[in-house]
């Protein structure tokens, strides 16, 4: 959730700032959504970050 530490490569990267549950009727799935401020050394699309829960999510763009 909202404050979670996120981690790229071993190290502090960025913070979770808001998320979502997104549920797809269609494919009876549930999944998150988040937005986070990301250091810029980890900010490229396609990084993996992992979340202090363990949950691992990969960066899919940018806001602006």
Do not use: P
Not at 10 to 19: F, M, N
């Amino acid at each position: 959730g909202a404050g979670m530490m996120l981690m790229f490569e071993g190290r502090e990267t960025g913070r979770i700032t808001s998320a979502a549950i997104m549920r797809a009727a269609s494919m009876g799935v549930a999944r998150v959504i988040a937005l986070a401020y990301v250091h810029r050394d980890a900010a490229e699309i396609g990084n993996r970050v992992i979340s202090a829960s363990g949950a691992g999510a990969e960066i899919v763009g940018f806001a602006g």
